[in-house]
């Protein structure tokens, strides 16, 4: 019996290299159905194995799209002399269109392919955890370490987690390690200087009573996105609904933190003021103080005063946010203009009148080139190769567009939103999109893979 499920194992793990090989989701789909199901520690070795060989696919199938587009930007357009001819140029331009259709479509495939596997590591048997965790103490990749992490926490291995929390030195993979399991001594990683890793132990005091007193404490000192998890945690683990204000909480546990710790705490039902403490961009709240906004400036922009409206919201959002905060802002049509080559710059008079004068100044150009303006906002939060973390980035990134991509490394609107999110995961910024006129499936699916929030206006 053994040999037979031995046998089964193999050969859903020869299906699965098959079908990263050749880019076949559902085929993938089921051979990691049979690997699930299967012995955990061996099917926790065959998938380990399928992770860089899907990494490396996904590098070859978005250089595969590249080079689609760039064979169909370099079709022969020329004036034809005669009908003949002129056929012949429709029909290779045609071949050239469908050929990147064609690219799109495999590499969307290997993108849900990678999705699967990750899902499917968290999914184990538990005699998998061993095999996992050995790996998460032995290699020396962090993207290796966060994915190993997240299965993890999925298959609630806490002792495992716990060990790399005490362990693990770098930004990102101690910021995965936290979030991927509640624990008691996040306490200690709240005055971290990376805000990922603030954010990480927020997320693990989320099931302490004991972490209560020092939250509510640490509220005023907090950035607003880290606070405002705080805030989620407070509310679940007091049973409590409160204004998101530091000075509500402390009041709160002044008169209640007593009866808390004792156990006897009687929680009242409380209404939330609505839009208490609310800073907001086009109706979404804004519960952040390191902040990149993208902004279209394409020609399309022009009309119905959209990039009126748009600059208007933003300068209103920028005289609101206050001193201390980090901003930065990156305007996009064919190419990218960016207020502050730093990753950010700290809100002050001098700045305000600095970015004000910068939002006066931009012109619009012809192009959309969404994926590049994506690509140098996550620069600012951290490197997406390297996994090194930027102190002074974004942990919030507002993007706002009016039209399709047409220009760049990546159009189809399904595969900019999947690879940016990817490729923003570890790194953490939540991406809140508003799309103008119409819906827009990128800024749609962008915000939904990231935790944000979608507006059409």
Not at 34 to 40: I, R, T
Request: charged letters at 25%; hydrophobic letters at 40%.
């Amino acid at each position: 019996m053994e040999t037979l499920l031995l046998s089964l194992l193999l050969v859903s793990q020869d299906r699965l290299a098959d079908a990263i090989r050749d880019t076949k989701l559902k085929e993938a789909e089921a051979a990691l159905g049979q690997l699930v199901a299967g012995e955990g520690a061996r099917s926790a070795r065959s998938l380990l194995m399928s992770l860089p060989r899907v990494r490396e696919r996904l590098a070859q199938l978005l250089l595969a799209t590249v080079r689609a587009r760039a064979a169909y930007d370099n079709t022969d357009t020329s004036f034809a002399f005669n009908i003949e001819e002129e056929k012949l140029k429709q029909r290779t331009l045609a071949q050239a269109k469908e050929r990147i259709a064609e690219a799109c479509r495999v590499a969307l495939e290997g993108e849900k392919i990678y999705a699967a596997i990750l899902t499917a590591l968290g999914s184990l048997k538990p005699e998998a955890i061993p095999i996992l965790a050995g790996e998460l103490h032995r290699t020396a990749s962090w993207q290796l370490k966060c994915e190993l992490l997240e299965a993890l926490g999925a298959m609630g291995a806490k002792a495992d987690i716990h060990v790399a929390i005490e362990s693990e030195k770098e930004p990102v993979v101690l910021a995965a390690a936290l979030g991927a399991s509640t624990y008691e001594k996040g306490l200690d990683f709240l005055k971290h200087p990376q805000w990922q890793v603030r954010l990480g132990a927020v997320r693990a005091l989320r099931e302490s009573p004991k972490a209560v007193g020092p939250l509510v404490e640490l509220l005023p000192e907090m950035d607003l996105r880290v606070r405002n998890g705080a805030f989620a945690d407070l509310g679940q683990l007091t049973n409590t609904e409160l204004p998101p204000d530091p000075a509500a909480w402390k009041d709160w546990w002044k008169a209640n933190g007593e009866d808390f710790a004792a156990g006897r705490y009687n929680p009242q039902e409380r209404k939330q003021p609505k839009g208490a403490g609310r800073t907001t961009f086009y109706d979404i709240p804004v519960f952040s103080s390191r902040v990149c906004f993208v902004i279209d400036r394409s020609g399309s922009m022009r009309q119905q005063n959209r990039f009126v409206n748009a600059v208007r919201e933003l300068k209103r959002l920028i005289e609101m946010l206050p001193d201390g905060a980090r901003i930065n802002l990156v305007f996009f049509g064919a190419t990218t203009t960016c207020f502050a080559a730093s990753p950010t710059r700290v809100l002050d008079r001098e700045t305000r009148r600095d970015a004000l004068q910068f939002i006066d100044r931009v012109g619009f150009e012809s192009g959309t080139d969404l994926y590049a303006a994506l690509e140098k906002a996550l620069t600012y939060v951290g490197s997406p190769e390297s996994g090194r973390l930027r102190e002074d980035g974004p942990d919030t990134i507002i993007v706002l567009s009016d039209g399709e991509a047409n220009l760049g490394r990546l159009v189809d609107e399904e595969l900019v939103a999947r690879v940016i999110a990817r490729r923003a995961h570890y790194l953490r910024p939540v991406i809140h999109t508003v799309a103008l006129s119409n819906d827009s499936k990128s800024l749609r699916l962008l915000a939904e893979f990231t935790g944000g929030e979608y507006k059409i206006k």
